[in-house]
Structure formats: structure tokens, C-alpha cells
């Protein structure tokens, strides 16, 4: 599609499982960010992937939180050991120039705990 | 730090009034990036403007409009002649250009009623 891509777009899952969140970002773009959207704390940046660079990665929340971008492409967000206050939707983002380009957002997965 | 503030938790107007979303925001750099994006009940956010901190004319899209003031530190949108399909969240944005993080406002929920 032309668009980034997210899946799933729904998940829920138990109390102290691990989740494992992917996106496809738009064919070419080299930036590539995640957010997280929970009620009440409005958009809350997670990482950010430009090209080869190491990651900034100041965003996550714990240890509990890693993310990695395969072949400077498709990323995953994995979430381990989930608790109840995880549950959001996370936002993924993808970006031609970094910021100095306009940023295309996925329709995002959400993430519910039980 | 990078702050943005949205004070304007929701509005309600009726369709072809005029309506005004603030925003307001903290930097300390003097090169930095204001964006708005819109968020419909779909849940994908759209790109609306972005503006950086040298250009601070005003700029004007069809119904949509901004008003960009660095005396107040405040990046306004107004859109005219309300509809119906511009029901949304909408977003005010800040990144630093030392930073390629997005920090958002906490959203203007709007509300155009026929």
C-alpha cells in the first residue's frame, strides 16, 4: 500500500505476556517513529529510527520497552512483561526527510491489558 | 524543555462559524518546528502545516488558516466557515532542530454540528 502500515490493529492480551507491534513504513522513507496515544496523556514519543544512526531511544518508557528497524525498513515494538497501564495505541510514523519532511502516520495498533 | 500547551480541551460550534484552536508553546532553541495535525474519528493522523521559526507569516489554505506570533510563543489555527467533515482531534506540535522528536499539545477535540 502507499500508506504506513500497522498490525495488528487490535490486540489484546494478558497481564505479564509479551507483544510484539510492527509497522511498514511508506517504501523509502528513512525516518521512522513511534508514539504512544493513551487517554488523558496525549502523544507520547517512544524512538525514532533515522537511516544507519543509532536510534534515539530516549522515549521508552522502561527496560520493558525495545524496538529495533530490520534492513532499515519494516520495525518492531516489542513490549515485554505487559502491564495493565501499557494499554494505549501506538502510533507509527514515517518520514522522507526526518522532520524537514512531512510526517505520515499509521492508523496504529491498540494495545488493551487484562 | 519543549512544551506544548493546548488549552482548549473541546470546542462545539455549529457548521459555517468561524473557530479558532490556540496553541501555545516553550522552546529554548531558536530553531525550531511547529506542525498541526488532524486526527479524525478513524484514528490516522493527518499532516495539516508546518512552520518553522524563521517564517512567521501567516499562511492560508482554503478554510484553513495560521497565525504564527513568536512575541507570544503562540501558533493559532482558525478554520472559517466550519463543516461537518472537520470534526476531528487536532494536534499543535513542536520539534526542536536538535531534535527529531515530535512533543504534542494534548488536542482540541472539535465539534461542528449541522
Known amino acids: 500500500g502507499a500508506g504506513v502500515s500497522q498490525s495488528p490493529s487490535n490486540k489484546v492480551t494478558e497481564k505479564g505476556k509479551d507483544v510484539e507491534l510492527r509497522c511498514d513504513p511508506i517504501?523509502?522513507?528513512?525516518?521512522l517513529y513511534w508514539y504512544r496515544q493513551s487517554l488523558g496523556q496525549g502523544l507520547e514519543f517512544l524512538i525514532y529510527?533515522?537511516?544507519?544512526?543509532?536510534?534515539?531511544k530516549s522515549g521508552l518508557p522502561s527496560d520493558r520497552f525495545s524496538a529495533e528497524r530490520t534492513g532499515g525498513s519494516v520495525s518492531t515494538l516489542t513490549i515485554q512483561r505487559t502491564q495493565q497501564e501499557d494499554s494505549a495505541v501506538y502510533l507509527c510514523?514515517?518520514?522522507?526527510?526526518?522532520?524537514?519532511?512531512?510526517?505520515?502516520f499509521g492508523q496504529g495498533t491498540r494495545l488493551t491489558v487484562v | 524543555a519543549q512544551k506544548v500547551t493546548q488549552a482548549q480541551t473541546e470546542i462545539s460550534v455549529v457548521e459555517k462559524e468561524d473557530v479558532t484552536l490556540d496553541c501555545v508553546y516553550e522552546t529554548r532553541d531558536t530553531t525550531y518546528y511547529l506542525f498541526w495535525y488532524k486526527q479524525p474519528p478513524s484514528g490516522e493522523l493527518v499532516f495539516l502545516i508546518r512552520r518553522n521559526s524563521f517564517d512567521e507569516q501567516n499562511e492560508i489554505s482554503g478554510r484553513y488558516s495560521w497565525n504564527f506570533q513568536k512575541s507570544t510563543s503562540s501558533f493559532n489555527f482558525t478554520i472559517t466557515a466550519s463543516q461537518v467533515v472537520d470534526s476531528a482531534v487536532y494536534f499543535c506540535a513542536l520539534s526542536e532542530a536538535t531534535s527529531e522528536k515530535l512533543v504534542f499539545g494534548k488536542g482540541t477535540k472539535l465539534t461542528v454540528n449541522p
Open positions: 510514523a514515517s518520514s522522507s526527510r526526518g522532520l524537514w519532511g512531512e510526517a505520515f
Open positions: 517504501s523509502g522513507h528513512t525516518a
Open positions: 529510527f533515522q537511516g544507519n544512526s543509532a536510534p534515539d
